[in-house]
T-cell receptor
Framework: LAKTTQPISMDSYEGQEVNITCSHNNIATNDYITWYQQFPSQGPRFIIQGYKTKVKNEVASLFIPADRKSSTLSLPRVSLSDTAVYYCLVGGDNQGGKLIFGQGTELSVKP | DSGVTQTPKHLITATGQRVTLRCSPRSGDLSVYWYQQSLDQGLQFLIQYYNGEERAKGNILERFSAQQFPDLHSELNLSSLELGDSALYFC??????????????FGPGTRLTVL
């Protein structure tokens, strides 16, 4: 399974755009990149998933360069409620369903 | 609300005891996954079931076991409990058999405290 590396923590202020980058140098051809959000004492929540280039939904954007060795989760205009831990995961069809969570990035949004 | 339900929400028990955690997946989801989250270990995958059969195994202790029933709900059994088993236990479900691209929907968790 591809190992991921993310910053342990990040600070931001309300209204700012936040970009969290994840490194996954040994990503396999059939691996997808998925981001989850977790609030304290709650289960992780799916945010966004992509394979290449750019993906966007109502809460975030995901940028994946051509070599796919990294990805960047972009949260536009964060609010206090975006304070959470964000996990980047890499997995493919041949790895079954198990998700390998790294340490995640603890995002703290301040007023 | 993810649609995944877990009971009980909290569980307090003593060392050496046995407990059962229950999970009901989202309607239509065939796969159920169990995860353990403790302060020092983070989120750890334990085991996955797909349509009643064990599909993948992670760092699950021999004292722990799970099963998925015909109605697709799942139970995680923890026995000979130790202090170190205190953690949040999450259940997740997905539609498919566990492809890496499948979105997993997590339940609210069961907080187990072993005294």
């Amino acid at each position: 399974l591809a190992k991921t590396t993310q910053p342990i923590s990040m600070d931001s202020y309300e209204g700012q755009e936040v970009n969290i980058t994840c490194s996954h140098n040994n990503i396999a051809t059939n691996d997808y990149i998925t981001w989850y959000q977790q609030f304290p004492s709650q289960g992780p929540r799916f945010i966004i998933q992509g394979y290449k280039t750019k993906v966007k939904n109502e809460v975030a954007s995901l940028f994946i360069p051509a070599d796919r060795k990294s990805s960047t989760l972009s949260l536009p205009r964060v609010s206090l409620s975006d304070t959470a831990v964000y996990y980047c995961l890499v997995g493919g069809d041949n790895q079954g369903g198990k998700l390998i969570f790294g340490q995640g990035t603890e995002l703290s949004v301040k007023p | 609300d993810s649609g995944v339900t877990q009971t009980p929400k909290h569980l307090i028990t003593a060392t050496g005891q046995r407990v059962t955690l229950r999970c009901s997946p989202r309607s239509g989801d065939l796969s159920v996954y169990w995860y353990q989250q403790s302060l020092d270990q983070g989120l750890q995958f334990l085991i996955q079931y797909y349509n009643g059969e064990e599909r993948a195994k992670g760092n699950i202790l021999e004292r722990f076991s799970a099963q998925q029933f015909p109605d697709l709900h799942s139970e995680l059994n923890l026995s000979s409990l130790e202090l170190g088993d205190s953690a949040l236990y999450f259940c997740a479900s997905s539609v498919e058999s566990g492809r890496g691209a499948d979105t997993q929907y997590f339940g609210p968790g069961t907080r187990l405290t072993v005294l």
